[in-house]
Structure formats: C-alpha cells, structure tokens
Nanobody
Framework: EVQLVESGGGSVQTGGSLRLSCSAS????????IGWFHQAPGKEREGVSC????????EYSDSVKGRFTISRDNAKNTVYLQMNSLRPEDTAVYYC??????????WGQGTQVTVSS
C-alpha cells in the first residue's frame, strides 16, 4: 500500500521559515518524481514544486521560486520542502504526491501551514 505522510507544518509570522517532510512507503521511491502541492481555503489544489530523481529535474511555481527549496533523501524515502521568507499567501494545507501524475489514492492528510502578518 502506497503511503505518503506529510509533516512539519505550523504557524509562523511573515518572513519565517518551515521545513516540510514527505515520508513515502509502499513503492520504489527512486523511480518517481515527487511533488509538493498546496490548497488554500476556497481554492483548488495546485503544484508548488517537484523533484525528479531520474533526470535531476527540479521545478517551482513562480510564486515560490527563490524562496522554497525542494530536496530528497532517497535513503530515507523522504522529500523535503524548505520554505523561507514565508508570506500570508503561502497559508494552505501542503500535500505531497506523484509529481508527474498525482493519484487520487495517494493524497494524505497534508500538513497545515499558517503565515500571519
């Protein structure tokens, strides 16, 4: 059974930092691109960043470029999202999933990030 478990969220003030973790199990982690997504209240879920171990591709949405850094530790089956210079508009629930083809049955509970001004 595939499981993706997000952690590391919290409440910070504008300009603060958080590091999110996505721990994966139940599939060959190295073969997959892993993406971070977020969903703000009343909005659709959207992609934030993606990392592909096979070709080294790393992508960021325009809204987080230069502030967020994605990385992965294949030995730990974990992908991280270092979030710096946080803004109130970053407030959302953050999820991880297959970065190329997000699957409905892979969505976990997510981790809440709240940034206050």
């Amino acid at each position: 059974e595939v499981q993706l478990v997000e952690s590391g969220g919290g409440s910070v003030q504008t300009g603060g930092s958080l590091r999110l973790s996505c721990s994966a199990s139940g599939f060959t982690f190295d073969d997959y691109a892993i993406g971070w997504f977020h969903q703000a209240p009343g909005k659709e879920r959207e992609g934030v960043s993606c990392i592909n171990n096979r070709n080294g591709r790393i992508e960021y949405s325009d809204s987080v470029k230069g502030r967020f850094t994605i990385s992965r530790d294949n030995a730990k089956n974990t992908v991280y999202l270092q979030m710096n210079s946080l803004r109130p508009e970053d407030t959302a629930v953050y999820y991880c999933n297959d970065g190329d083809n997000p699957r409905a049955d892979y969505w976990g509970q997510g981790t809440q990030v709240t940034v206050s001004s």
